[in-house]
Nanobody, 121 residues
Framework: QVDLVESGGGLVQAGGSLRLSCAAS????????VAWYRQAPGNERDMVAR???????VYHASVKGRFNIFRDNTRNVVYLQMNSLKPEDTAVYYC???????????????WGQGTQVTVSS
């Protein structure tokens, strides 16, 4: 079953913004790290941003200063705010949750279905 449901992808001009949402079917965000990953055709699925239960966040160098990962007040939804978007950001974006995601993508226990982000120049 799908544990995480994503929304917010779409087509945007370079320099624009999008906000992706990742909604949990249960309270898994209370006890898991949450991360956003992206995968472009021909590329590996790479971590974009990660947040721990305590609110500590880590970003890939290519998005640092442009993207922000955060939870809402209920901690049942995690967002990825994407600003100053570039064509190189075009990819399918996936949210994932699990223990100690700093150790690698294989620790993801729950996956979202993916949402397409396309940035045109």
């Amino acid at each position: 079953q799908v544990d995480l449901v994503e929304s917010g992808g779409g087509l945007v001009q370079a320099g624009g913004s999008l906000r992706l949402s990742c909604a949990a079917s249960g309270n898994i965000f209370m006890t898991n790290d949450v991360a956003w990953y992206r995968q472009a055709p021909g590329n590996e699925r790479d971590m974009v941003a990660r947040i721990t239960g305590g609110g500590y966040s880590v970003y890939h160098a290519s998005v640092k200063g442009r993207f922000n990962i955060f939870r809402d007040n209920t901690r049942n939804v995690v967002y990825l705010q994407m600003n100053s978007l570039k064509p190189e950001d075009t990819a399918v974006y996936y949210c994932g949750a699990g223990q100690l995601l700093s150790s690698g993508i294989r620790n993801v226990r729950y996956w979202g279905q993916g949402t397409q982000v396309t940035v045109s120049s």
